[in-house]
Protein backbone atom coordinates (compact mmCIF):
# COMPACT_ATOMS: atom_id res chain seq x y z
CA UNK A 1 0.00 0.00 0.00
CA UNK A 2 1.19 3.82 -0.56
CA UNK A 3 2.67 5.86 1.60
CA UNK A 4 0.88 9.09 1.83
CA UNK A 5 3.72 10.81 0.76
CA UNK A 6 4.03 8.45 -2.62
CA UNK A 7 -0.13 8.51 -3.19
CA UNK A 8 -0.09 12.49 -3.26
CA UNK A 9 2.39 12.73 -6.50
CA UNK A 10 1.03 9.46 -8.13
CA UNK A 11 -2.63 11.02 -7.76
CA UNK A 12 -1.00 14.89 -9.33
CA UNK A 13 0.48 12.35 -12.09
CA UNK A 14 -2.52 10.92 -13.13
CA UNK A 15 -4.41 14.53 -13.01
CA UNK A 16 -1.84 15.45 -15.56
CA UNK A 17 -2.08 12.48 -18.00
CA UNK A 18 -6.14 13.17 -17.88
CA UNK A 19 -5.55 16.58 -19.25
CA UNK A 20 -3.88 15.02 -22.15
CA UNK A 21 -0.85 17.05 -24.38
CA UNK A 22 -2.05 19.66 -26.86
CA UNK A 23 -2.59 17.68 -29.89
CA UNK A 24 -4.94 15.24 -27.55
CA UNK A 25 -7.17 18.05 -26.69
CA UNK A 26 -7.19 18.91 -30.27
CA UNK A 27 -8.13 15.42 -30.85
CA UNK A 28 -10.81 15.42 -28.22
CA UNK A 29 -12.21 18.68 -30.00
CA UNK A 30 -12.46 17.59 -33.23
CA UNK A 31 -14.11 14.34 -32.09
CA UNK A 32 -16.87 16.14 -30.27
CA UNK A 33 -17.37 18.64 -33.18
CA UNK A 34 -17.17 15.57 -35.60
CA UNK A 35 -19.70 13.57 -33.38
CA UNK A 36 -21.93 17.35 -32.91
CA UNK A 37 -22.08 17.67 -36.24
CA UNK A 38 -23.38 13.88 -37.04
CA UNK A 39 -26.06 14.54 -34.38
CA UNK A 40 -27.32 17.56 -35.75
CA UNK A 41 -27.11 16.09 -39.38
CA UNK A 42 -29.25 12.75 -38.41
CA UNK A 43 -32.12 15.09 -36.62
CA UNK A 44 -31.95 16.63 -39.90
CA UNK A 45 -33.28 13.39 -41.45
CA UNK A 46 -35.67 12.43 -38.92
CA UNK A 47 -38.73 13.06 -41.16
CA UNK A 48 -41.65 15.26 -40.15
CA UNK A 49 -45.12 14.19 -39.22
CA UNK A 50 -46.71 12.08 -36.15
CA UNK A 51 -44.22 9.93 -34.14
CA UNK A 52 -44.42 6.35 -35.88
CA UNK A 53 -43.10 3.09 -34.37
CA UNK A 54 -41.70 1.10 -37.16
CA UNK A 55 -40.71 -2.35 -36.21
CA UNK A 56 -37.76 -4.53 -38.81
CA UNK A 57 -36.58 -7.78 -38.62
CA UNK A 58 -33.87 -6.87 -40.72
CA UNK A 59 -34.57 -5.54 -44.16
CA UNK A 60 -38.61 -6.28 -43.68
CA UNK A 61 -40.91 -4.01 -41.91
CA UNK A 62 -42.86 -6.31 -39.74
CA UNK A 63 -45.54 -3.42 -38.01
CA UNK A 64 -45.58 -0.02 -37.93
CA UNK A 65 -48.29 1.91 -35.19
CA UNK A 66 -48.73 5.68 -33.91
CA UNK A 67 -47.96 6.20 -30.23
CA UNK A 68 -51.18 5.65 -28.74
CA UNK A 69 -52.61 8.73 -26.77
CA UNK A 70 -54.75 6.56 -24.59
CA UNK A 71 -56.43 3.08 -24.32
CA UNK A 72 -54.71 -0.56 -23.74
CA UNK A 73 -51.21 -0.99 -24.46
CA UNK A 74 -50.39 -2.62 -27.87
CA UNK A 75 -48.55 -5.75 -28.06
CA UNK A 76 -46.16 -6.54 -31.20
CA UNK A 77 -45.09 -10.24 -31.30
CA UNK A 78 -42.04 -9.96 -33.82
CA UNK A 79 -40.49 -12.90 -35.23
CA UNK A 80 -36.53 -12.94 -35.34
CA UNK A 81 -33.73 -15.28 -36.03
CA UNK A 82 -33.93 -16.94 -32.68
CA UNK A 83 -37.45 -16.35 -31.56
CA UNK A 84 -40.50 -14.15 -30.68
CA UNK A 85 -39.69 -10.62 -28.99
CA UNK A 86 -42.65 -9.24 -27.32
CA UNK A 87 -42.44 -5.55 -27.69
CA UNK A 88 -45.10 -2.96 -26.20
CA UNK A 89 -46.16 0.36 -27.74
CA UNK A 90 -48.01 2.50 -24.85
CA UNK A 91 -48.85 6.01 -23.98
CA UNK A 92 -45.62 6.12 -22.61
CA UNK A 93 -43.64 5.04 -25.66
CA UNK A 94 -42.04 1.62 -26.89
CA UNK A 95 -40.22 -0.70 -25.18
CA UNK A 96 -39.42 -4.91 -25.45
CA UNK A 97 -41.06 -6.88 -22.89
CA UNK A 98 -39.24 -10.10 -23.26
CA UNK A 99 -36.97 -11.36 -25.88
CA UNK A 100 -35.27 -14.34 -26.87
CA UNK A 101 -31.45 -13.15 -26.99
CA UNK A 102 -29.39 -13.73 -24.22
CA UNK A 103 -28.21 -10.49 -22.97
CA UNK A 104 -31.49 -9.11 -23.11
CA UNK A 105 -29.60 -5.40 -23.82
CA UNK A 106 -32.97 -4.71 -26.06
CA UNK A 107 -34.85 -5.01 -22.61
CA UNK A 108 -32.41 -2.84 -20.35
CA UNK A 109 -32.38 -0.29 -23.17
CA UNK A 110 -36.21 0.91 -21.29
CA UNK A 111 -39.09 3.04 -23.26
CA UNK A 112 -37.97 4.96 -25.86
CA UNK A 113 -40.33 7.68 -27.09
CA UNK A 114 -38.53 10.49 -28.99
CA UNK A 115 -38.60 10.76 -32.87
CA UNK A 116 -35.03 8.99 -33.47
CA UNK A 117 -34.81 7.07 -30.71
CA UNK A 118 -34.47 3.18 -31.51
CA UNK A 119 -34.25 0.31 -29.69
CA UNK A 120 -32.27 -3.12 -31.78
CA UNK A 121 -31.80 -6.24 -30.88
CA UNK A 122 -29.30 -7.38 -32.28
CA UNK A 123 -29.11 -11.49 -32.01
CA UNK A 124 -32.88 -11.26 -32.73
CA UNK A 125 -32.30 -8.68 -35.77
CA UNK A 126 -35.12 -6.62 -34.53
CA UNK A 127 -35.18 -2.75 -35.05
CA UNK A 128 -37.56 -0.85 -33.02
CA UNK A 129 -37.17 2.68 -34.43
CA UNK A 130 -39.44 5.73 -33.91
CA UNK A 131 -40.03 8.12 -37.00
CA UNK A 132 -41.23 11.50 -36.87
CA UNK A 133 -40.95 14.73 -34.72
CA UNK A 134 -44.54 16.56 -34.84
CA UNK A 135 -47.40 16.18 -32.84
CA UNK A 136 -49.21 12.45 -31.73
CA UNK A 137 -52.37 11.99 -33.44
CA UNK A 138 -54.15 8.75 -33.67
CA UNK A 139 -55.74 9.15 -37.13
CA UNK A 140 -55.69 5.13 -37.59
CA UNK A 141 -53.77 2.44 -34.97
CA UNK A 142 -51.48 0.54 -37.33
CA UNK A 143 -50.19 -1.24 -40.31
CA UNK A 144 -48.97 -4.80 -39.61
CA UNK A 145 -47.68 -6.73 -42.66
CA UNK B 1 31.81 -39.12 -28.01
CA UNK B 2 31.51 -35.62 -28.64
CA UNK B 3 28.67 -34.26 -27.08
CA UNK B 4 27.59 -30.99 -27.71
CA UNK B 5 25.77 -28.15 -25.38
CA UNK B 6 22.07 -27.19 -25.89
CA UNK B 7 20.99 -24.24 -27.35
CA UNK B 8 19.89 -22.08 -24.70
CA UNK B 9 16.65 -19.94 -25.29
CA UNK B 10 17.59 -15.89 -25.54
CA UNK B 11 16.67 -14.53 -22.27
CA UNK B 12 15.65 -11.50 -23.70
CA UNK B 13 13.31 -13.24 -26.15
CA UNK B 14 12.04 -15.32 -22.68
CA UNK B 15 11.55 -12.30 -20.62
CA UNK B 16 8.92 -10.76 -23.94
CA UNK B 17 7.25 -13.91 -24.19
CA UNK B 18 6.64 -13.53 -20.60
CA UNK B 19 5.07 -10.46 -20.59
CA UNK B 20 3.16 -10.80 -23.31
CA UNK B 21 2.00 -13.86 -21.95
CA UNK B 22 0.86 -11.83 -18.40
CA UNK B 23 -0.62 -8.86 -20.15
CA UNK B 24 -2.55 -11.51 -22.27
CA UNK B 25 -3.37 -12.90 -19.08
CA UNK B 26 -4.44 -9.35 -17.56
CA UNK B 27 -6.40 -8.73 -20.44
CA UNK B 28 -8.44 -11.88 -20.54
CA UNK B 29 -9.36 -11.52 -17.06
CA UNK B 30 -10.51 -7.43 -17.68
CA UNK B 31 -12.52 -9.20 -20.74
CA UNK B 32 -14.30 -11.55 -18.81
CA UNK B 33 -14.66 -8.63 -15.77
CA UNK B 34 -16.64 -6.39 -18.37
CA UNK B 35 -18.63 -8.70 -19.11
CA UNK B 36 -19.95 -9.70 -15.83
CA UNK B 37 -20.41 -5.85 -15.40
CA UNK B 38 -24.06 -4.93 -15.09
CA UNK B 39 -24.83 -3.24 -17.77
CA UNK B 40 -24.32 0.06 -18.08
CA UNK B 41 -26.34 0.95 -21.47
CA UNK B 42 -27.17 -0.91 -24.32
CA UNK B 43 -23.88 -1.93 -26.49
CA UNK B 44 -21.96 0.59 -23.76
CA UNK B 45 -18.61 -1.16 -22.58
CA UNK B 46 -16.12 0.58 -20.53
CA UNK B 47 -13.02 -1.27 -22.81
CA UNK B 48 -10.69 -1.51 -19.94
CA UNK B 49 -9.07 -4.24 -21.83
CA UNK B 50 -7.53 -1.47 -24.62
CA UNK B 51 -5.46 -0.29 -21.71
CA UNK B 52 -3.69 -3.75 -21.94
CA UNK B 53 -3.10 -3.44 -25.35
CA UNK B 54 -1.75 0.07 -25.34
CA UNK B 55 0.37 -1.36 -22.28
CA UNK B 56 1.50 -4.07 -25.01
CA UNK B 57 1.79 -1.51 -27.85
CA UNK B 58 4.73 0.69 -25.52
CA UNK B 59 6.18 -2.26 -23.36
CA UNK B 60 6.56 -4.76 -26.76
CA UNK B 61 5.16 -3.66 -30.31
CA UNK B 62 3.01 -3.70 -32.63
CA UNK B 63 3.17 -6.80 -33.70
CA UNK B 64 2.67 -8.28 -29.77
CA UNK B 65 -0.02 -5.67 -29.64
CA UNK B 66 -1.89 -7.42 -32.52
CA UNK B 67 -1.59 -10.66 -31.32
CA UNK B 68 -2.48 -10.04 -27.78
CA UNK B 69 -5.59 -7.88 -28.58
CA UNK B 70 -6.95 -10.58 -31.03
CA UNK B 71 -6.09 -13.64 -28.75
CA UNK B 72 -8.08 -11.72 -26.13
CA UNK B 73 -11.19 -11.55 -27.87
CA UNK B 74 -10.66 -15.27 -29.01
CA UNK B 75 -10.05 -16.86 -25.75
CA UNK B 76 -11.93 -14.13 -23.76
CA UNK B 77 -15.02 -15.38 -25.92
CA UNK B 78 -14.20 -18.73 -24.95
CA UNK B 79 -14.49 -18.04 -21.01
CA UNK B 80 -17.51 -15.99 -21.31
CA UNK B 81 -19.29 -18.84 -23.65
CA UNK B 82 -20.26 -16.08 -27.01
CA UNK B 83 -17.79 -17.97 -29.29
CA UNK B 84 -19.11 -17.26 -32.94
CA UNK B 85 -21.96 -15.23 -31.60
CA UNK B 86 -22.90 -12.27 -32.88
CA UNK B 87 -21.10 -10.80 -29.74
CA UNK B 88 -17.59 -12.36 -30.72
CA UNK B 89 -18.00 -10.95 -34.43
CA UNK B 90 -18.93 -7.17 -33.04
CA UNK B 91 -16.15 -7.53 -30.27
CA UNK B 92 -13.72 -8.86 -32.93
CA UNK B 93 -14.63 -6.15 -35.41
CA UNK B 94 -14.53 -3.56 -33.00
CA UNK B 95 -10.79 -5.03 -31.89
CA UNK B 96 -9.21 -5.04 -35.65
CA UNK B 97 -10.79 -1.29 -36.03
CA UNK B 98 -9.25 0.00 -32.88
CA UNK B 99 -5.86 -2.09 -33.42
CA UNK B 100 -5.66 -1.09 -36.62
CA UNK B 101 -6.22 2.94 -35.87
CA UNK B 102 -3.98 2.69 -32.52
CA UNK B 103 -1.07 1.40 -34.69
CA UNK B 104 -1.76 3.95 -37.63
CA UNK B 105 -1.89 6.54 -34.81
CA UNK B 106 1.16 5.68 -32.93
CA UNK B 107 3.17 5.31 -36.17
CA UNK B 108 2.08 8.38 -38.00
CA UNK B 109 0.68 11.29 -35.08
CA UNK B 110 3.77 12.84 -33.75
CA UNK B 111 2.45 14.95 -30.19
CA UNK B 112 -0.48 12.72 -29.40
CA UNK B 113 0.02 10.67 -26.70
CA UNK B 114 -1.90 7.57 -25.33
CA UNK B 115 -4.25 9.42 -23.97
CA UNK B 116 -5.34 10.72 -27.93
CA UNK B 117 -4.73 7.13 -29.01
CA UNK B 118 -7.19 5.45 -26.87
CA UNK B 119 -9.22 8.15 -27.41
CA UNK B 120 -9.27 7.25 -31.48
CA UNK B 121 -9.22 3.69 -30.93
CA UNK B 122 -12.13 3.81 -28.74
CA UNK B 123 -13.87 5.14 -31.76
CA UNK B 124 -12.81 3.24 -34.29
CA UNK B 125 -14.11 0.61 -31.94
CA UNK B 126 -17.75 1.89 -31.90
CA UNK B 127 -17.91 2.57 -35.06
CA UNK B 128 -16.87 -0.72 -36.87
CA UNK B 129 -19.18 -2.28 -34.08
CA UNK B 130 -22.49 -0.05 -35.96
CA UNK B 131 -20.81 -0.88 -39.38
CA UNK B 132 -21.00 -4.44 -38.64
CA UNK B 133 -24.14 -4.54 -36.84
CA UNK B 134 -25.99 -2.45 -39.81
CA UNK B 135 -24.20 -4.53 -42.57
CA UNK B 136 -25.16 -7.90 -41.11
CA UNK B 137 -28.01 -8.65 -38.57
CA UNK B 138 -30.41 -5.34 -38.34
CA UNK B 139 -29.98 -3.81 -42.21
CA UNK B 140 -31.68 -0.40 -41.08
CA UNK B 141 -29.83 2.57 -41.81
CA UNK B 142 -32.24 4.16 -38.79
CA UNK B 143 -29.42 2.28 -36.07
CA UNK B 144 -27.06 5.04 -36.67
CA UNK B 145 -29.07 7.25 -34.91
CA UNK B 146 -27.53 5.39 -32.01
CA UNK B 147 -24.21 6.47 -33.10
CA UNK B 148 -23.88 9.91 -31.67
CA UNK B 149 -24.70 9.27 -27.96
CA UNK B 150 -22.33 6.22 -28.16
CA UNK B 151 -19.37 7.48 -30.03
CA UNK B 152 -19.44 10.87 -27.10
CA UNK B 153 -19.62 8.04 -24.59
CA UNK B 154 -16.82 6.09 -26.34
CA UNK B 155 -14.57 9.13 -26.27
CA UNK B 156 -14.85 9.92 -22.64
CA UNK B 157 -14.28 6.43 -22.11
CA UNK B 158 -11.12 6.39 -24.41
CA UNK B 159 -9.59 9.44 -22.51
CA UNK B 160 -9.78 7.94 -19.22
CA UNK B 161 -8.48 4.81 -20.42
CA UNK B 162 -5.50 6.19 -22.20
CA UNK B 163 -4.89 7.90 -19.17
CA UNK B 164 -4.78 5.34 -17.21
CA UNK B 165 -2.69 3.43 -19.72
CA UNK B 166 -0.04 5.84 -20.02
CA UNK B 167 0.13 6.08 -15.57
CA UNK B 168 0.86 2.60 -15.69
CA UNK B 169 3.22 2.49 -18.59
CA UNK B 170 5.47 5.23 -16.65
CA UNK B 171 5.43 2.46 -13.53
CA UNK B 172 5.38 -0.80 -15.18
CA UNK B 173 8.09 0.30 -18.41
CA UNK B 174 11.51 -1.19 -17.46
Known amino acids: ?145 | MNATAPDRPDLDRLRAQARWLSLLLVAIGLHVFESALPSLGPWFKPGLANIVTLLALVMLGPRAAVTLALGRVLLGSMFIGTLLTPTFFLSLSGTIAATTVILAAWRWLPGVSLVGISLLGAMAHMVAQFVVVEHFYIQQPALYHLLPPMLLLSAATGWINGALAAYLCARVRP
Open chain 1, 1 to 145: MPSLATAAPARQDLRRLLTGSGADRLLLVLAIVTIAALWLWMQREVPAGPPMVMIYHGKHLLAEYPIPTGGAPIHVHAKGDIGVSDIVIDTHGVHFESSPCIGKQCILAGTKHHAGDIIACVPNRILVSIRGSGARNDGYDGIVQ
